[in-house]
């Protein structure tokens, strides 16, 4: 059962990483730089993180499951 899983669209331990890291990278970048969202405190950054890495992940899942690809048919 749990290969089935592991092998599934809907588990992915490299998209998580990916994911998450990528918000973290944005929500960091964003408490040093811009300051458009408000991020003073580490827990505000891990609250947005948190957040942003969620909606990544379910968003690049929802991408596997229906195996969009961004080339055109020929």
Do not use: C
Request: aromatic residues 12%; proline residues 4%; negative net charge.
């Amino acid at each position: 059962m749990l290969e089935q899983i592991q092998t599934s669209p809907l588990f992915s331990i490299r998209r998580a990483v990916f994911t998450y890291l990528l918000a973290f990278l944005i929500s960091l970048s964003d408490m040093w730089l811009i300051h458009a969202v408000g991020i003073d405190t580490p827990e505000e950054l891990l609250t947005q993180t948190l957040i942003h890495g969620t909606g990544f992940y379910l968003g690049y899942t929802l991408l596997a499951l229906f195996n969009r690809s961004t080339k055109t048919p020929t």
